[in-house]
Structure formats: C-alpha cells, structure tokens
C-alpha cells in the first residue's frame, strides 16, 4: 500500500512538471535556454545531512519516556515517527530501483523499537545507506527516466521527493517536541550564541 502511495505521489509531481514544461514551450519568448547551475546531487547531500544531524539531536534530547509519546492514537509516536523516516528512505530510493539492505521489512519496520540507541542507530545506518546511493549517482543519472513512475518520471526527482519527505517528518517532530515543552537542541544553540553576542555588546 505504502509503495502505492509513493507511486501516486509520484506521478501527481511528474504530471504537474510535465504541465508546467509544457506551458514554458509554448513561450519561446520567456523560455529560459542557459544551462542549469543547480547542483542537485550535492545540494540534496548537504540539505539532507543537516535534517539528519537534527533528527538524531531530537531523539538524543528527548527524555526516555517521550519515546512512545503520541498527540492522539491514530498518530505515530516519537518513535515511530524516527523509524519511518529511516525506512522511507530505503523505499523512497527503491522507487530509483535501489535494493533495501536484506532483512529490511517495511511492514514491521516503524514499531520494531522504542530504545532510543538502537533509533539513532537506525537513523544512521539508513543516512549512511542514502549517501552512498546518491554519491555513487552521476549527474547523468539524476535524468534517467523512470517511465513507471509516470511519464515524466525520473531519478531525480526521487531524491527530491527524498529531500521533501524529511523536511515534513522533521517538521512533525519539532511540533511534537514544543507540544511536550521541548525546545529543540538546534534552538537552544542559536538562543544562547544571541544571548552572548547580546552581552557582548554590552
């Protein structure tokens, strides 16, 4: 069901690309015809890198008994929210035709701990398993199309809808935090370098 949804997802992003391409041709005049600059493969790393250093801050500062916290009990916990992230990225990337690590059950995955260390370990082994992925992507790859994703389809936009999936969940985990009085790790940081540079200037 889940790879159904990422499918319909999928081509819901393909054809709105497609519409838009298609509307931007029938403009010559404001057709845009110098190379692109955006460096997707490196940029989708760095952004990446910085949403999982942030996932992994949260589930170290959460108190133990947060863990298995929900905002109602149709909803996912702490916990589970950490764990589907770490999954998705391995069926995110299996819809570029990547092969999840062996033993990987996305049907188990999300409830299969509330153990903060093995979490975090969690977090990192996916993390580790996405950036070797997309390192060993050319750019040449980011444009391969993958027409049963839709007819516009292709690997990049996989890694995009990557990069969109983690800024939702880590999202979803800072509300859960400020909902329990938690201030985010990051935060935290940034309040006391203004504290200090405000004394500072004293």
């Not at 997707?40 to 990446?48: E, H, N, P, Y």
């Not at 170290?60 to 863990?67: G, H, R, S, V």
Request: charged share 25%; proline share 4%.
């Amino acid at each position: 069901m889940k790879r159904v949804l990422l499918s319909a997802l999928f081509l819901t992003v393909c054809l709105a690309a497609g519409a838009i391409g298609a509307a931007a041709q029938n403009s010559d005049a404001t057709t845009d015809h110098t190379a692109p600059s955006y460096d997707m493969k490196g940029q989708s790393l760095a952004d990446l890198q910085v949403v999982q250093k942030k996932f992994v801050d949260l589930a170290n500062a959460l108190p133990a008994d947060k863990l298995t916290w929900r905002p109602s009990a149709d909803s996912r916990s702490f916990a589970e929210v950490f764990l589907h992230v770490s999954g998705e990225r391995y069926q995110i990337l299996a819809l570029g035709g990547v092969e999840p690590p062996a033993g990987f059950d996305g049907k188990t995955y999300e409830k299969s701990t509330t153990d903060r260390a093995k979490i975090v370990e969690e977090l990192n082994k996916s993390w580790d398993f996405t950036q070797k992925t997309i390192n060993g992507m050319t750019n040449a790859d980011f444009a391969k199309l993958l027409p049963k994703l839709g007819p516009q389809a292709n690997a990049g936009d996989v890694i995009y809808i990557l990069v969109a999936d983690a800024h939702e969940h880590l999202g979803q985990v800072v509300a859960y935090a400020r909902e329990n009085g938690i201030v985010p790790p990051w935060t935290v940081e940034q309040q006391k370098k203004a504290a200090e540079a405000k004394a500072g200037k004293k």
